[in-house]
């Protein structure tokens, strides 16, 4: 009788060894997601990477609250059929729970008295390339030089903090973000802005990526360095200006593929897996705003120019 039960048994022990554990089912959990928060403080977007769900070698990142940076999840498993992550530090606890209905992620967050449901959508393939077949179309002047009728605050319809002044737009660092009235799709962006000592901002490129701002003339590069795909792409070297000076961003996005040049020198160039910090739309597939970040520290803009990317004039931009 022994025998035979190990015989019965050998095909689902043969299963188990290096496959799914026997609570674990969750293979379908695999996969990045782009999240979608409900009643979001900041009115922020999170992106989540699973990889080995439902085996004893799961993995995941994650952008989310409450900062944004691209971090590996401490821990993260699949229990009940429910996948479940948590983070601990700094006095902090946070569990993040989410089950799937009809193929999206169902979630809650909890820590402390915050409490939030979430949405989870598989990221689209973007398949979009730079490929030298995308003509410019007509330059937008996204900042007018008089005042910030073509943006809005993200958090609120009145963006306190921002000013226009002698033709030159100025956030005094605590003031919510800025977004674009108008979506798009592949384009160039010029950008000339200046910063004091020490500050910090950055542009959302569709609402999602942002472009590092920071005051760091000097310094070694990192993946948080003036120019960077923050958090995800490190600058090449550091092109940076002294604090104070003018300052010029032109930057290429097509598809999933970024090219940032800084001050003349292209220091950052790949691909973009996902979200970043300063996400507010996380419909990747979609058209998507630029956003000006304000609440990390002093910043002035005086020009900002969007040229959309097209296949083939005289079709028009993919705007909305």
Known sequence: MIRKLAILLLPALV?????????????????????????????????????????????????????????????IWVENGELRFTY???????????????????????????????????TPEITDADDGSWHEFRPIDLFNGRDISNWHGLTADA?????????????????????????????????????????????????????????????????????ALYSRIVPSENATKPAGEWQTFDIRLVGRHATVTLN???????????????????????PGPIMLQGDHGPVEFRSIVLTPLVKAPPQAPPVK
């Open 15 to 75: 299963a188990w060894a290096g496959g799914p554990l026997p609570d674990g089912r969750g293979s379908e959990y695999d996969g990045r997601w782009d999240i979608t928060v409900q009643h979001a403080p900041r009115g922020r977007a999170w992106w989540l990477e699973v990889a080995g769900a439902g085996s004893d070698h799961i993995k995941g990142k994650f952008v989310g609250f409450p900062g944004g940076d691209l971090n590996d999840i401490q821990h």
């Open 88 to 122: 601990d530090g700094h006095d902090v606890h946070q569990d993040y729970r989410a089950r799937l209905a009809d193929g999206k992620l169902e979630g809650t967050f909890a820590s402390g008295d915050t409490k939030l449901g979430w949405t989870g959508a598989r």
């Open 159 to 227: 963006a306190a903090g921002w000013s226009v002044r002698d033709g030159i737009l100025r956030g005094n660092g605590a003031a919510p973000d800025l977004v674009s009235n108008v979506s798009f799709w592949n384009f160039k962006l010029h950008v000339e802005y200046r910063t004091p000592a020490h500050s910090n901002s950055g542009i959302g490129l569709r609402g999602r990526y942002e472009v590092q701002i920071l005051e760091d003339y000097g310094r070694p590069v990192d993946r948080h360095s003036n120019g």
């Open 264 to 286: 003349g020198k292209t220091v950052t160039q790949g691909i973009v897996d996902g979200l970043t910090a300063i996400a507010c739309d996380p419909d990747e597939g979609d």
